[in-house]
């Protein structure tokens, strides 16, 4: 009997870690294969969740007039129920593209497409921004994700835009904030797994240590920045399990007339 029990214990495993491992790459397969192309603007990725699936998503939407739309997001708990609700979330976005809304309105018809049929103690926050190639603007709108960073003239500065989380609150209006750019700033958007990931004295990472490493990366590509970051997080956090998924976005503003070769492109998934 306790063979038996033994064997069937074991095939429940094996079918789980299965499922597990489809449930993945379904997720990775949701997100955008690779990123947009811009001749002002290069874009690097990253996302790795902490466990098998995480709650984590990112998108790209591309808009007329050399715009491109920018969504990440971290959805509340973790495993299946947290993947599922991502992907729910990426295909609001994905299904309000053609709009091509502001970023505080894009927000604001998530929350109220979430609010029509809310799902009990599920909720996200998310970043939506909206870079102008044409005119070199970032506009940001955020509901309850780390406040983006913006470098610029050698200096990191937050980018001071808050809201409430969606799926919470019906009829939610979002503020908008206005980012002027030139060429070698950088923007970056990430998941609080970043700024929380911790040492094993129970330190967190924080803001400030994000700000004096990323003004060290001003010169770098962005996926350059994006793996300098995701090496700094992996040295700091040694010898502790990842509690939350990790996703960060690089912007990096680049001279006109297109990409070279070292500002090349660049998703990758861990």
């Known amino acids: 009997e306790n063979a038996t029990l033994y064997e069937r214990i074991a095939r429940e495993e094996e079918r789980l ?4 491992a489809m449930a993945r790459e379904i997720q990775l ?3 955008p294969p690779c990123c947009p192309e811009l001749p002002g603007a290069s874009f690097a990725v990253r996302f790795s969740p902490a466990n098998a699936i995480g709650g984590d998503m990112y998108d790209f939407v591309i808009y007329s007039g050399n715009k491109v739309g920018i969504a990440i997001g971290d959805v509340s708990g973790k495993g299946a129920p947290a993947a599922l609700f991502a992907a729910l979330v990426g295909g ?3 299904s309000k593209a053609s709009k091509e809304y502001s970023p505080s309105k894009m927000l604001s018809e998530i929350n109220d497409s979430l609010n029509e049929r809310p799902i009990t103690a599920q909720y996200m926050s998310m970043i939506y921004a ?9 506009r940001v709108a955020n509901s309850g994700l780390p406040r983006p960073i913006h470098c610029h003239n050698m200096q990191s500065e937050t ?6 989380p969606l799926g919470l609150f019906p009829k939610v209006s979002y503020d908008e904030i206005t980012v002027p750019a030139v060429a070698g700033d950088l923007f970056v958007f990430f998941s609080d797994g970043i700024t929380d990931a911790e040492d094993r ?3 967190q990472l924080g803001t400030n240590r ?6 060290t990366t001003l010169e770098l590509p962005a996926e350059e920045v994006v793996a300098k970051v995701f090496d700094f997080v992996t040295d700091f956090s040694a010898g ?3 509690f939350d998924d990790e996703t960060i976005i690089v912007v990096k503003i680049l001279p006109g007339g297109g990409l070279s070769a070292a500002e090349a492109t660049t998703c990758s998934f861990n």
């Open 130 to 138: 909206l870079w102008d190639d044409n005119r070199r603007v970032m």
């Open 210 to 215: 994000l700000n004096e490493l990323l003004a």
């Open 159 to 164: 980018i001071q835009a808050t809201g409430l």
């Open 29 to 31: 397969r949701l997100l």
């Open 92 to 94: 609001i976005v994905r």
């Open 17 to 20: 870690e299965r499922d597990l």
């Open 240 to 242: 502790t399990t990842p």
């Open 201 to 203: 004295q129970g330190n």
